[in-house]
């Protein structure tokens, strides 16, 4: 198992401060923001993506890959009724798809909840269709690739729209596609599972988990308020899961140092424990 952490955390910083702070503290990737680094990814030149792929080997740091993929550019809905938004969203995905390649990322994280809520007087049933074939459509690019894309259910505080992990099970097996995995999100599953643990459980024992998100229900780092990681790293250990447990977060207080030295600290402390 291994340790990665979002840069958002790190607001104002240049990707390569952030890869060379991540590499100190012992971390081994970061989990790339896109819209940290541009408004669109397609903004971004071959040059560019080159020197970010470069910083980060220089700094032994891994790029994990992406997440809160369609926060910019603004209009993207992966299961709006409207088809001309489908496709535009479908274009963006696969540039999403083609950036996270070019930079050496292999882990799209799709969470996004504000482009996938079912609004008022839509169907149910005509989204979830809808966001399959966005999904189906975008993920030719993947298989071409090499990355996997991953779909995160959310709490019910951030969408309506797949909160579960028997929902994206579901999800997953009727996209039935071998780069589309799940991601397991702590803060959402302490919201949305009766427990973290069996959640955790069934997403293993389903075979399409490639990427955990570590964060405390209350927003912030793990080891910052009251979720307990040991039976959720026991559990990971016990399964032998080899991807990343990515630390990301929601309250940046009291600042990225203290969050980021403070969180892996915690986490190594644990697994060192258990091991």
Not at 130 to 141: G, H, N, P
Not at 151 to 163: A, K, R
Request: proline fraction near 4%; include cysteine.
């Amino acid at each position: 198992m291994k340790i990665s952490i979002c840069n958002e955390l790190f607001q104002g910083w240049p990707i390569e401060k952030v890869f060379e702070y991540a590499a100190k503290l012992g971390y081994d990737g970061v989990e790339i923001a896109p819209f940290t680094l541009a408004d669109s990814v397609t903004e971004i030149s071959t040059k560019k993506r080159n020197a970010i792929r470069r910083a980060a080997e220089d700094n032994g740091i891994e790029i994990v890959g992406l997440h809160w993929l369609l926060v910019k550019p603004e209009g993207l809905y992966i299961n709006h009724p409207d088809e001309y938004i489908r496709i535009q969203t479908q274009e963006y995905i696969e540039a999403l798809i083609h950036f996270c390649a070019d930079i050496g990322g292999k882990v799209l994280v799709h969470g996004s909840p504000h482009q996938r809520t079912i609004k008022e007087g839509w169907n149910a049933k005509d989204s979830w269709d809808y966001a399959i074939e966005t999904f189906k459509v975008s993920l030719k690019a993947a298989r071409q690739r090499n990355v996997f894309y991953c779909l995160e259910p959310l709490s019910p505080d951030q969408t309506n729209f797949i909160n579960t992990v028997k929902e994206a099970i579901r999800f997953v097996k009727e996209v039935r596609h071998p780069n589309f995995k799940m991601v397991f999100d702590c803060r959402s599953a302490s919201a949305s599972e009766k427990s973290l643990t069996e959640a955790l459980l069934q997403a293993l024992d389903s075979g399409y988990l490639r990427h955990v998100h570590m964060n405390d229900a209350n927003g912030s780092g793990p080891g910052f308020g009251e979720t307990k990681f040991t039976p959720i790293l026991k559990t990971l250990l016990k399964y032998g899961y080899k991807g990343y447990i990515s630390v990301e977060v929601f309250n940046f207080d009291p600042d990225p140092q203290t969050v980021a030295s403070r969180s892996i600290g915690y986490l190594k402390g644990i697994l060192e424990a258990l091991t």
